[in-house]
């Protein structure tokens, strides 16, 4: 099977299965979701979304956090994974977008990543996610599930990852064939225990069981 095969199988399934695939993160603007991607670092979108209320109640926007100590948004965020480092980068970040983007999460890659605690991939999901812009954010599942599967060949970093995925997938469907990814990789694709029995786009997979095809 060639990848351009494989790719068509992929998109084609997907778009008839789960046409419709969004984040699981909750948020209510940029900024919620641009607090909330860089909690999901290391940690469950389960466990971020019981963190994030409480948050959010007491930070409601990029001012309010920038006046905010590092103390009690650690507080705030302890139960998320990494605590110590996220409650600082958060804190930094909230100053630099009230000082020198007037609050605003700005809509560029190279911007975005200007923001304490935000490299590529965090900037790439606001980027698509708040956005709507085409964008493929590689995390461990999309970096996972897209080799496995047979989409992208000998790529050894997110970024190789990326750049295959985003030449041979539509713009137009980037962004969501993004969620497909990850939302495989979470629930079928997983990383010990594949679901191959059950998994809808077996035929197109060059996995099988521990075999490559």
């Not at 926007?61 to 905010?68: S, T």
């Not at 989409?151 to 969620?179: F, G, M, Y």
Request: with cysteine.
């Amino acid at each position: 099977m060639t990848t351009k095969e494989r790719y068509e199988g992929f998109i084609r399934w997907f778009s008839e299965h789960m046409p419709v695939a969004e984040s699981e993160l909750k948020y209510e603007n940029p900024f919620q979701l641009l607090v909330a991607v860089v909690l999901s670092a290391q940690c469950t979108d389960k466990r971020v979304n019981m963190t994030t209320p409480a948050l959010f109640r007491r930070f409601p926007d990029a001012f309010a956090m920038a006046e905010g100590s590092v103390e009690e948004i650690y507080g705030l965020i302890k139960s998320i994974s990494y605590p110590n480092n996220k409650s600082k980068h958060l804190s930094a970040l909230a100053k630099k977008l009230a000082a020198d983007f007037n609050g605003v999460v700005p809509d560029d890659m190279e911007l975005l990543q200007t923001l304490p605690g935000v490299g590529r991939k965090t900037a790439n999901v606001v980027e698509a996610v708040a956005f709507h812009k085409p964008a493929m954010p590689v995390d461990t599942h999309v970096f996972r599930v897209a080799d496995r599967i047979g989409l992208v060949t000998n790529a050894k970093t997110p970024l190789e990852t990326e750049k295959q995925l985003v030449k041979n997938i539509p713009a137009e469907i980037l962004s969501t064939a993004h969620h497909w990814l990850i939302l495989h990789g979470r629930y079928v694709c997983m990383a010990r225990k594949p679901k191959c029995e059950g998994c809808g786009i077996r035929a197109y997979c060059r996995y099988d069981g521990k075999q490559k095809k």
